[in-house]
């Protein structure tokens, strides 16, 4: 994180006055690096950090989605309604594995160690340690993404054409994950019940995502709507009607924007509380 870090001047000696001793002159405090300098610099190092412990579990995520499509295979037929939601819930889900789980236990982790204090002494934004923590975690669910979804549609005999969506899906959806399961990290009292939470939240995901929504009692219908993913994956699964209606595909992604800002915002304040406390 170089271009973050700001050499501190040399604390000056006592100086005395009155022959008491006592210092008469503090040091000056190093100015706060600017949000998009400071979101480039934790998102490396978090990417740098994270790359070589996340990417076997990134193949645990995308296996993961790729067995719950092929079970799902033997019950639901290719080309239907419900073959859209599976395909596009478990594309969904590997984002909601890493972004959601993942940053839940490690920022539950990053609080029992006392790893917050050493981001609460750099002079970074705090909004700019949650966002570069979550942009470094969403970015390692895109290969898996991709092959989950080209897998799906080739299982269940859907169009290829529009995975190109996927280049919104994944931030929009990773935002929102993100967010969330870096507030149930933070706000969580100990590591165990943070990584309790984030599995708990990708439960939900595969529960509320993968499932057809016309197959859910009536309950659970109400509870899809308060999942920020679930926009995501309805914006995905739109695309492969014949004919998309790209009005209401973008709307959904425009509702998981939205949730997504939230979302971030409040694990920023999340931050702020258990550094600053």
């Known amino acids: ?117 050493h981001y609460a002494t750099l002079p970074v934004p705090p909004a700019s340690v949650v966002l570069g923590a979550a942009a470094a975690y969403a970015s390692f669910t895109v290969p898996g993404t991709l092959v989950t979804a080209a897998a799906g549609c080739l299982l269940f005999h859907l169009p290829l054409g529009n995975l190109w969506v996927l280049g919104a899906v994944v931030p929009l959806a990773g935002a929102a994950l993100s967010g969330l399961g870096a507030t149930l990290g933070l706000l969580a009292p100990r590591p165990e019940l943070a990584t309790l939470a984030g599995q708990l939240g990708m439960s939900a995901a595969l529960l509320l995502g993968v499932l057809p929504a016309d197959h859910m009692p009536f309950l659970l219908v109400y509870a899809r709507d308060l999942l920020p993913s679930t926009y995501g994956v309805e914006a995905f699964a739109r695309t492969f009607a014949a004919a998309p209606d790209w009005f209401t595909v973008f709307g959904d992604l425009a509702v998981c924007a939205a949730v997504g800002v939230v979302s971030l915002a409040v694990a920023t304040w999340a931050y702020r509380r258990a550094a600053y406390r």
């Open 1 to 117: 994180m170089r271009s973050v870090q700001t050499r501190l001047p040399a604390l000056p000696g006592p100086r005395a006055e009155g022959g008491n001793g006592e210092a008469a002159q503090a040091a000056a405090l190093a100015p706060r690096a600017k949000l998009p300098a400071a979101l480039g610099a934790v998102y490396r190092a978090q990417l740098s950090r994270a790359k070589v412990a996340r990417i076997p579990l990134l193949f645990v995520a995308t296996f993961q989605s790729l067995g719950i499509m092929v079970l799902m295979r033997g019950v639901v037929g290719a080309g239907s309604e419900a073959a859209r939601a599976v395909v596009s819930g478990s594309s969904v889900l590997v984002v909601a594995f890493v972004a959601l789980n993942l940053l839940a236990q490690y920022f539950g982790q990053l609080r029992a160690s006392g790893g917050l204090d």
